[in-house]
């Protein structure tokens, strides 16, 4: 049993688990974070922007100016912005069995790895991921696709340029992996491939293997999955949280008995509390709106935006913010608020006892209805007439470079009035706001990640026992930048195995047993010894391994002296008592039976019919045991 | 042997309080919990006594399963758990969940409200029952205890309704519930795996029919609807609240939009807009095209159907209305039908089955004089139009589901003796499996021939591959040899060695001796004979090995050959060969052919 890891980032995974002979790729995330290394995408024309001046290297030896552009003290890439990859060498991606996906912001590789590829297999994933994540994939899409750039930079990327270049760009790892966003028709393609699955639905995979999801409590839809045999227990453990918010809460108890357990997906802000960053998140919302500022949330279009929306439902009364607009611009805005209505049997206890009454599970539903939240495709269209100010804007991409976002960024950064505030954990807050220096605007950081932390997680171990644990290399030291912080990190007993990019870890398993059926058919006959059953398989011809008793010498010697002579016409058998046993002495015939504890044996010259009778006999007597 | 045992105890040749008991691998679950629109005494709900005389039914039943919301499948639910007794689970789908307790509340209304009758469950009870309720996911597979296991599957028929596979072992049953095999205008079609049940229980409503196509059935009431409608007159639907009315709803809000319609579309009653709002938040139960388009257009929500109030019947003019319950057996339905029925242009559309002994039933079947309370007459002279329009399988259906299936035996449940009957002939003939179709009370006991799972060494699985070359070859059995310990109630199949040394035995030798005397000269010729090409040659085609000792011993396989000199008779040489008894057909083979020299067929051997 074998893991090749395709992915470095913790919480993107992409790892292919090979386990009796079936190939089985656990997610495929795409690391976004490599966009942050471009310029932004405008929706409309930006002086600033197009006017940035180009690169020349200090010597003026390699000029890029076409390709990079220098922006507030640092280098950008000009193209449409590009995606790091799940490693794609290490393996063929033709031989993949299936893909399992456990939420949907760890399948958004799914058409690089699909389509084109030779891949023939099957996709799992639960109801809600495919659609929301068919949501994110449309709408990073657009995002892409509504600011068409024909350039696309390439020199950049040579080992021998790209080491001349000024930092961040001179680190960036992987660079030869990089490609643009693929297109609706890929997507459309890969999720064609999709099977939808249920929480603790068994899924057979070639009568070799069994799969199961299980609710992983960190967004609509989202699994862990088991992969197992009548033996060995592989629990895949991705995204998880034990917060209550608005998904299912998670499965612990079905994770317990594993060999090995892959851990992946913990908090990417192990210090922050999101309690504590939702109110900070609702303060500092207040406050700017009463200073007459607006307010920008940079967020994805699914997950925490449900959890804000209905924690502003309840703040805004208290606040008297009741007249505030809030909008929510994004293609598929309207979508994603109507789809987190219809996903009941994948809420919480507390929303699926709404639907019963019948009430929709989200309140945001009433913040539509009674237009306090309004939602827009785009900033074109009707949401320009219909803005006022001041308002609070979610919109995406939380990364700063493409999408609606990119225009308020522009429109308001420069009033110290308004301030941004930054929900999503992915992106570094200062490397997203570096292509927009000098800010004027307020900038507060509350990153809401409600996934594991290291405290939880050892817990969650402590409890469900697993004999191995597999994990991210970063998981198994502090970070960086809290290096003394030995709590942020995995301390197991045994330690666990770290992988990184490209590691391929062969997973300590000693397969010894494997389930097979017994046809009715085949008729065991059980045989009771003393304190154990033994039962022979017969078969032909019939070779039977038969286990003697103590008394067998006995029993033996007297069926032979009752039934031979009977039957053979034998006249005179000789009896004689040996250390181990008897020997009988049949004389007429010159033939020897010696029965001993561990065997028999026939001596017997030329008498075939004789020595076949007597074979029988034995062997009748023996099954009978 | 082992054995599964299905009783009905409502719903055997019959429609209505389905209520089916199943034993299998030692546990007890009763489907369904229904009540009979039929009757209004004791036999309205299934006979619970059959299970126990007194006392609870808690100890006798490890799982209650409900399959949909219609009465005739849940409506003696509380009555079985509060009034009976029941604390044990009982599994229902969400949808199922939401509704079902609802339909329960109407129903008790009108028994104890409007009727009269006490010895009735309350409200409280409905709670109480409702509080026992696991919801089931789709595919989910629940764990009811360590061996009891069950699945549901999509049924189509109305929102929420799950057919459920039951298994112990490897021995299971599928029950049906209602189901509908083709996609209607607001649900998709059932579906179930090639699952080989031991036993499929399924619904028989429409064994005898097979229906033409919904897009016809769709126009001719389209067309009954308009002409009544443009003659002045009034069309009355009776429908239950849930099912078919949002279906016949969408069809007729998409065709008043296409004829332009002005005439009034009312829905009798006040669960209607509730109703549809539990379609609008369980989208993800109704059928595909639905689920695609509900974010740009939400079909349940509807522009020309409007709430009825009790004045507008005699409103003049012509409108259609929609008024619960469907069979016409009380409440506004009958009440509208009362008003309506003395004038021949109004028009009566039955769009489902209607149970024996209500007025549906008996307009259906002609009637033209009612004998209605107080001893009063009601002559029906209003066009009644009967249209299939419930969603059940009909006979091609159902044989459509046993190939999906392909259940070992068949059992029929909710349908009339008759119709099961030329069903049950028509499965028996085209799948040649046994098919059952008990009455009431009365148990089908199914004989089961469950495989028996093993724990085979992998150290033997993989020596028996090696043996067989790189790959198995499926298409060809082959034997494998092993022992098959049972302790703590496992079964595990070991190499012979690994067992005996397991248990601490010793294996059983049996070997044979055959000595063979020579004198000198035959000798010489048999020392030539035995190395002859041609003996050889045989040997080792077979495949077998020769190996030469040092102190001149032959050995083929394990079988021994030496050559002593005899101490009487130094003339003659003594072969002696001596084998066990796995090498029993070499070893008597080679004997014979020491002592009677070479058959004469050796080389076409």
């Given at each position: 049993m074998k893991l090749y890891c395709l992915s470095g980032h913790p919480t993107l995974p992409c790892n292919v688990l090979k386990f009796k002979s079936t190939t089985i790729m656990l997610d495929c995330g795409l690391d976004t974070t490599s966009v942050l290394q471009f310029l932004p995408l405008p929706l409309v024309h930006s002086p600033r922007l197009s006017k940035l001046p180009g690169w020349v290297s200090k010597d003026g030896t390699i000029n890029l100016e076409k390709e990079l552009k220098e922006c507030a003290g640092r280098v950008f890439v000009d193209s449409q912005p590009e995606f790091c990859l799940p490693e794609k060498e290490l393996l063929d991606l033709s031989t993949i069995d299936v893909i399992l996906i456990s939420n949907y912001h760890c399948m958004m590789a799914l058409p690089y790895i699909t389509e084109h590829t030779g891949f023939t297999g099957t996709v799992y994933a639960t109801e809600p991921t495919l659609q929301i994540g068919r949501l994110l994939m449309e709408e990073l899409v657009n995002f892409m696709e509504r600011v068409p750039k024909a350039q696309s930079a390439t020199c950049w990327k040579y080992k021998e340029i790209q080491r001349l270049l000024p930092g961040p760009l001179k680190d960036?790892?992987?660079?030869?992996t990089w490609k643009r966003c693929y297109s609706m028709q890929d997507v459309n393609s890969a999720l064609s491939k999709v099977q939808l699955v249920g929480y603790s639905q068994k899924v057979e995979l070639f009568g070799a293997v069994q799969v199961t999801p299980l609710s992983?409590?960190?967004?609509?839809g989202s699994s862990n999955w088991i992969i197992q045999s009548h033996y060995e227990k592989v629990s895949y453990v991705s995204g998880s949280s034990l917060l209550t918010t608005h998904p299912q809460p998670m499965d612990q108890s079905s994770l317990k008995n594993s060999d090995v357990l892959i851990l992946t997906g913990l908090t990417q802000m192990p210090t922050a509390n999101p309690d504590g960053m939702l109110g900070d998140f609702c303060s500092n919302l207040a406050m700017t709106i009463r200073a007459g500022g607006n307010v920008l949330v940079p967020c994805y279009s699914s997950g925490v935006i449900y959890d804000l929306l209905e924690c502003l439902y309840q703040f805004i009364e208290n606040a008297n913010l009741g007249s505030t607009p809030f909008y929510f611009i994004s293609p598929v805005a309207n979508s994603s608020l109507e789809f987190s209505q219809i996903f009941a049997e994948w809420l919480c206890h507390n929303k699926q006892s709404k639907v019963y009454l019948p009430e929709p599970p989200f309140p945001h539903a009433e913040l539509i209805q009674t237009n306090k939240l309004k939602h827009y495709p785009s900033i074109h269209g009707d949401f320009s007439s219909e803005f006022r100010q001041p308002c609070v804007v979610f919109t995406g991409h939380p990364s700063l470079r493409f999408g609606d976002v990119v225009h308020f960024m522009e429109l308001w950064g420069k009033s110290s009035l308004n301030t941004i505030i930054f929900t999503e954990p992915d992106f570094s807050y200062l490397d997203a706001l570096a292509p927009y220096q000098p800010l004027a605007m307020k900038c507060v950081y509350c990153p809401i990640d409600t996934r594991l932390n290291f405290h939880q997680v050892s817990k969650l171990l402590k409890e469900v026992q697993p004999l191995h644990v597999v994990c991210p290399e970063q998981y198994t030291q502090p970070p960086p930048a809290q290096s003394h912080r030995s709590d942020l990190m995995l301390e197991l007993q045994p330690p666990p195995m770290p992988y990184r990019r490209c590691s391929v870890l062969g997973l300590p398993f000693r397969r010894r047993w494997e389930r097979i059926q017994l046809l009715p058919e085949v008729g065991p006959v059980a045989t009771h010894l003393s304190d154990v059953s033994i039962l022979l398989i017969f078969s032909q011809p019939p070779i039977v391994q038969v286990l003697p008793l103590k008394k067998m010498r006995e029993a033996c010697s007297a069926v032979f002296i009752l039934s031979l002579p009977s039957q053979h016409g034998i006249t005179e058998v000789k009896v004689e008592e040996t250390a181990d046993g008897h020997i009988l002495h049949l004389q007429a015939e010159d033939t020897l039976i010696q029965l001993e504890e561990d065997g028999t044996h026939i001596v017997c010259d030329d008498n075939e019919p004789l020595r076949t009778a007597l074979r029988d006999l034995v062997l009748r007597f023996l099954m009978k045991l | 042997m082992p054995e599964i045992k299905v009783t009905p105890l409502g719903a055997g040749q019959d429609v209505g309080r389905s209520c089916i008991l199943v034993s299998i691998g030692g546990k007890n679950i009763m489907l369904d919990c229904g009540m009979h629109m039929g009757f209004n005494d004791d036999r309205r709900f299934p006979d619970f006594s059959y299970i126990t005389q007194q006392g609870r039914l808690t100890e006798f039943l490890d799982c209650v399963i409900i399959s949909h919301f219609h009465l005739d499948h849940c409506g003696a639910l509380p009555y079985m758990s509060e009034m009976v007794g029941y604390d044990g689970p009982i599994y229902m789908t969400h949808p199922t969940k939401a509704i079902c307790p609802i339909l329960l509340e109407d129903f008790r209304k009108i028994t104890v409200d409007k009727k009269g009758e006490t010895n009735f469950f309350t409200s409280q009870m409905i709670k109480d029952c409702m509080k026992k309720v696991v919801p089931l996911n789709l595919h989910q597979t629940v764990q009811v205890d360590d061996e009891l296991e069950i699945k549901a599957y999509y049924a189509g028929h109305v929102l929420g309704a799950a057919m459920v596979q039951i298994k112990v072992g490897s021995e299971s049953v599928v029950y049906t519930g209602d189901y509908n095999m083709t996609p209607d205008r607001h649900l998709g079609a059932a579906w179930i795996d090639k699952c080989r049940p031991d036993i499929l229980i399924s619904e028989s409503t429409y064994a005898t029919t097979i229906r033409d196509s919904k897009r016809c059935r769709e126009r001719d009431f389209l067309k009954k609807v308009h002409e009544t409608v443009e003659r002045g007159g009034k069309v009355l639907i009776p429908v239950f609240a849930l099912g078919r009315a949002q279906e016949l709803c969408i069809l007729l809000e998409t065709f008043w939009e296409r004829m332009n319609m002005k005439a009034p579309i009312y829905f009798s009653t006040g669960l209607t807009e509730k109703a549809n709002h539990y379609y609008k938040l369980f989208i993800t139960w109704t059928n595909q095209k639905i689920r695609k388009t509900f974010v740009q257009r939400n079909m349940f929500e509807f522009k020309h159907i409007k709430a009825f109030d009790r004045s507008y019947a005699d409103n003049p003019g012509p409108m259609v209305v929609f008024a619960t319950p469907g069979m016409l057996h009380a409440g506004q339905s009958l009440q509208i039908f009362k008003k309506w029925a003395g004038n021949e242009k109004n028009m009566i559309i039955m769009p489902g089955y209607c149970v024996q002994g209500t007025i549906g039933h008996k307009i259906l079947n002609g009637q033209k004089k009612l004998e209605m309370e107080n001893r009063q007459t009601l002559e029906v002279k209003l066009q009644v139009e009967y249209m299939s329009f419930s969603a059940h399988a009909d006979a091609k259906g159902i044989m459509q589901l046993i190939r999906m299936a392909e259940p070992r035996n068949m059992l029929l449940v909710h349908g009339e003796a008759k119709k099961m009957e030329f069903l049950k002939d028509k499965i028996e003939q085209e799948f040649t499996i046994n098919c059952f179709m008990p009455a009431n009370g009365e148990t089908t006991t199914v004989i089961t021939n469950p495989s028996v799972p093993v724990d085979i060494s992998l150290n033997l699985l993989k020596r028996e591959m090696a043996l067989g070359g790189p790959l198995p070859d499926p298409k060809k059995p082959r034997t494998m040899h092993g022992t098959l310990i049972m302790k703590d109630n496992s079964l595990r199949l070991v190499s012979p060695e690994q067992a005996l040394k397991e248990l601490g035995l010793n294996e059983h030798q049996l070997r044979f001796t055959c000595r063979v005397q020579y004198r000198k000269t035959e000798f010489t010729i048999f020392i030539v004979f035995s190395s002859s090409y041609l003996v050889k040659a045989w040997l080792v085609l077979k495949g077998y090995t020769i190996q030469h000792l040092p102190d001149g011993t032959v050995m083929v396989e394990s079988i021994v050959i030496k050559v002593s000199s005899s101490a009487e008779e130094p003339n003659t040489k003594v072969l002696l060969l001596s084998w066990s008894y796995q090498d029993e057909d070499l070893g008597s083979f080679l004997s014979t052919l020491l002592k009677k020299g070479l058959p004469s067929g050796l080389s076409s051997m």
């Amino acid at each position: 049993m074998k893991l090749y890891c395709l992915s470095g980032h913790p919480t993107l995974p992409c790892n292919v688990l090979k386990f009796k002979s079936t190939t089985i790729m656990l997610d495929c995330g795409l690391d976004t974070t490599s966009v942050l290394q471009f310029l932004p995408l405008p929706l409309v024309h930006s002086p600033r922007l197009s006017k940035l001046p180009g690169w020349v290297s200090k010597d003026g030896t390699i000029n890029l100016e076409k390709e990079l552009k220098e922006c507030a003290g640092r280098v950008f890439v000009d193209s449409q912005p590009e995606f790091c990859l799940p490693e794609k060498e290490l393996l063929d991606l033709s031989t993949i069995d299936v893909i399992l996906i456990s939420n949907y912001h760890c399948m958004m590789a799914l058409p690089y790895i699909t389509e084109h590829t030779g891949f023939t297999g099957t996709v799992y994933a639960t109801e809600p991921t495919l659609q929301i994540g068919r949501l994110l994939m449309e709408e990073l899409v657009n995002f892409m696709e509504r600011v068409p750039k024909a350039q696309s930079a390439t020199c950049w990327k040579y080992k021998e340029i790209q080491r001349l270049l000024p930092g961040p760009l001179k680190d960036a790892v992987e660079v030869s992996t990089w490609k643009r966003c693929y297109s609706m028709q890929d997507v459309n393609s890969a999720l064609s491939k999709v099977q939808l699955v249920g929480y603790s639905q068994k899924v057979e995979l070639f009568g070799a293997v069994q799969v199961t999801p299980l609710s992983s409590g960190y967004s609509l839809g989202s699994s862990n999955w088991i992969i197992q045999s009548h033996y060995e227990k592989v629990s895949y453990v991705s995204g998880s949280s034990l917060l209550t918010t608005h998904p299912q809460p998670m499965d612990q108890s079905s994770l317990k008995n594993s060999d090995v357990l892959i851990l992946t997906g913990l908090t990417q802000m192990p210090t922050a509390n999101p309690d504590g960053m939702l109110g900070d998140f609702c303060s500092n919302l207040a406050m700017t709106i009463r200073a007459g500022g607006n307010v920008l949330v940079p967020c994805y279009s699914s997950g925490v935006i449900y959890d804000l929306l209905e924690c502003l439902y309840q703040f805004i009364e208290n606040a008297n913010l009741g007249s505030t607009p809030f909008y929510f611009i994004s293609p598929v805005a309207n979508s994603s608020l109507e789809f987190s209505q219809i996903f009941a049997e994948w809420l919480c206890h507390n929303k699926q006892s709404k639907v019963y009454l019948p009430e929709p599970p989200f309140p945001h539903a009433e913040l539509i209805q009674t237009n306090k939240l309004k939602h827009y495709p785009s900033i074109h269209g009707d949401f320009s007439s219909e803005f006022r100010q001041p308002c609070v804007v979610f919109t995406g991409h939380p990364s700063l470079r493409f999408g609606d976002v990119v225009h308020f960024m522009e429109l308001w950064g420069k009033s110290s009035l308004n301030t941004i505030i930054f929900t999503e954990p992915d992106f570094s807050y200062l490397d997203a706001l570096a292509p927009y220096q000098p800010l004027a605007m307020k900038c507060v950081y509350c990153p809401i990640d409600t996934r594991l932390n290291f405290h939880q997680v050892s817990k969650l171990l402590k409890e469900v026992q697993p004999l191995h644990v597999v994990c991210p290399e970063q998981y198994t030291q502090p970070p960086p930048a809290q290096s003394h912080r030995s709590d942020l990190m995995l301390e197991l007993q045994p330690p666990p195995m770290p992988y990184r990019r490209c590691s391929v870890l062969g997973l300590p398993f000693r397969r010894r047993w494997e389930r097979i059926q017994l046809l009715p058919e085949v008729g065991p006959v059980a045989t009771h010894l003393s304190d154990v059953s033994i039962l022979l398989i017969f078969s032909q011809p019939p070779i039977v391994q038969v286990l003697p008793l103590k008394k067998m010498r006995e029993a033996c010697s007297a069926v032979f002296i009752l039934s031979l002579p009977s039957q053979h016409g034998i006249t005179e058998v000789k009896v004689e008592e040996t250390a181990d046993g008897h020997i009988l002495h049949l004389q007429a015939e010159d033939t020897l039976i010696q029965l001993e504890e561990d065997g028999t044996h026939i001596v017997c010259d030329d008498n075939e019919p004789l020595r076949t009778a007597l074979r029988d006999l034995v062997l009748r007597f023996l099954m009978k045991l | 042997m082992p054995e599964i045992k299905v009783t009905p105890l409502g719903a055997g040749q019959d429609v209505g309080r389905s209520c089916i008991l199943v034993s299998i691998g030692g546990k007890n679950i009763m489907l369904d919990c229904g009540m009979h629109m039929g009757f209004n005494d004791d036999r309205r709900f299934p006979d619970f006594s059959y299970i126990t005389q007194q006392g609870r039914l808690t100890e006798f039943l490890d799982c209650v399963i409900i399959s949909h919301f219609h009465l005739d499948h849940c409506g003696a639910l509380p009555y079985m758990s509060e009034m009976v007794g029941y604390d044990g689970p009982i599994y229902m789908t969400h949808p199922t969940k939401a509704i079902c307790p609802i339909l329960l509340e109407d129903f008790r209304k009108i028994t104890v409200d409007k009727k009269g009758e006490t010895n009735f469950f309350t409200s409280q009870m409905i709670k109480d029952c409702m509080k026992k309720v696991v919801p089931l996911n789709l595919h989910q597979t629940v764990q009811v205890d360590d061996e009891l296991e069950i699945k549901a599957y999509y049924a189509g028929h109305v929102l929420g309704a799950a057919m459920v596979q039951i298994k112990v072992g490897s021995e299971s049953v599928v029950y049906t519930g209602d189901y509908n095999m083709t996609p209607d205008r607001h649900l998709g079609a059932a579906w179930i795996d090639k699952c080989r049940p031991d036993i499929l229980i399924s619904e028989s409503t429409y064994a005898t029919t097979i229906r033409d196509s919904k897009r016809c059935r769709e126009r001719d009431f389209l067309k009954k609807v308009h002409e009544t409608v443009e003659r002045g007159g009034k069309v009355l639907i009776p429908v239950f609240a849930l099912g078919r009315a949002q279906e016949l709803c969408i069809l007729l809000e998409t065709f008043w939009e296409r004829m332009n319609m002005k005439a009034p579309i009312y829905f009798s009653t006040g669960l209607t807009e509730k109703a549809n709002h539990y379609y609008k938040l369980f989208i993800t139960w109704t059928n595909q095209k639905i689920r695609k388009t509900f974010v740009q257009r939400n079909m349940f929500e509807f522009k020309h159907i409007k709430a009825f109030d009790r004045s507008y019947a005699d409103n003049p003019g012509p409108m259609v209305v929609f008024a619960t319950p469907g069979m016409l057996h009380a409440g506004q339905s009958l009440q509208i039908f009362k008003k309506w029925a003395g004038n021949e242009k109004n028009m009566i559309i039955m769009p489902g089955y209607c149970v024996q002994g209500t007025i549906g039933h008996k307009i259906l079947n002609g009637q033209k004089k009612l004998e209605m309370e107080n001893r009063q007459t009601l002559e029906v002279k209003l066009q009644v139009e009967y249209m299939s329009f419930s969603a059940h399988a009909d006979a091609k259906g159902i044989m459509q589901l046993i190939r999906m299936a392909e259940p070992r035996n068949m059992l029929l449940v909710h349908g009339e003796a008759k119709k099961m009957e030329f069903l049950k002939d028509k499965i028996e003939q085209e799948f040649t499996i046994n098919c059952f179709m008990p009455a009431n009370g009365e148990t089908t006991t199914v004989i089961t021939n469950p495989s028996v799972p093993v724990d085979i060494s992998l150290n033997l699985l993989k020596r028996e591959m090696a043996l067989g070359g790189p790959l198995p070859d499926p298409k060809k059995p082959r034997t494998m040899h092993g022992t098959l310990i049972m302790k703590d109630n496992s079964l595990r199949l070991v190499s012979p060695e690994q067992a005996l040394k397991e248990l601490g035995l010793n294996e059983h030798q049996l070997r044979f001796t055959c000595r063979v005397q020579y004198r000198k000269t035959e000798f010489t010729i048999f020392i030539v004979f035995s190395s002859s090409y041609l003996v050889k040659a045989w040997l080792v085609l077979k495949g077998y090995t020769i190996q030469h000792l040092p102190d001149g011993t032959v050995m083929v396989e394990s079988i021994v050959i030496k050559v002593s000199s005899s101490a009487e008779e130094p003339n003659t040489k003594v072969l002696l060969l001596s084998w066990s008894y796995q090498d029993e057909d070499l070893g008597s083979f080679l004997s014979t052919l020491l002592k009677k020299g070479l058959p004469s067929g050796l080389s076409s051997m």
